[in-house]
């Protein structure tokens, strides 16, 4: 908007009735809904902008952040709130900064000086804060746009192809609480079911963290993959599974540890919806062998590169698979021919 040369000031000083310097529009009555787009990202853009005052006539006085990157609405929020010309500028409200409580900000003390000496065709310099050179560029705003600021903290490693997406996808809503866990349900109230109990031991509330971590059904899982891979010790929550817990394997295994991880957390929500729609509780045993299965099977459509590293780990976990897998089978054998001999289910 301050370019000169950019025709694009125009058309919106046209349509929108702004000033060059003016990122305050007014918001009231019809706008379009590619402007609508473009206001919602204003205050984060303001933000990244920092002023170098010279007659101040380009810097708005309460909202602009001149004051070392802080606006005075926020240094100062009784003063703003009684003010009736919060969309004047620095020069228009340069009275302001001669007086209390202002001047005792050594900040605006410089500036006001500034503002006196200056040469009256100067202009306020704005410079682009998320740059090197001060230039405004879309990708350094994109970026800040898209992560809010703040880095995910598990986006950079959670989301590689090395196990279905959908499996990733389900993994990242346990992390985020947003699957359809009966203390979810019941909290929006359309739980069907009587209670907000876990099905699988109904021992405790159904939240992700007991469903997933502190279930007995789901600690039988989790020390077998502990035990035989030499993993940490079992996670005290999901927040800690994707944090502290992942941070105690050794770098080079934490690939395989995401793996495990999400290879549980998936079966164990089968189980449990196998137990509530079907009325059928897997033994944890053969739970194991379908994980073991599944992983051996991720393991096989991996690229040579990771499949080199993880190895050692796979062996252990088709060991596993080697052991149990015929036990499971037997197991399920004499209990299908139970159920048949049994009048009872018949
Ligand atoms: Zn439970």
Redesign the pocket.
Known sequence: MTDPNWNGAEVIQFNYGLSRSNLWPNQSGRISFFWKGVLSCLPALRSCLSHKISTGKETFFWRDCWINGVAPMHLWPVEYSECRHTNSTIYELRHLLEEQPFIDNEFVRMCSIGVQTADSHSRDIKSWRLTGNGIFSVKSFYNLLIDGGLRCPISRFFWRNWCPRKINLFNWLVWQNRILSLENLARRRCNRLPTAT?V?????I?TVD??FI?????NLVWDYFIRILRLPQLPLSIQDLWGRWRYGLHSERRAFGDLVAKAIIWNLWIARNDCIFNANILHAQCLIVKIDRMLVSWYSSLTDGPKLKLEEDFNTVRRSLEFLGPRVKAFEETRSSEETLDPSTG
């Open positions: 876990c699988m031991c109904n021992g405790g159904e007991h469903l502190h279930c007995s059904y789901a």
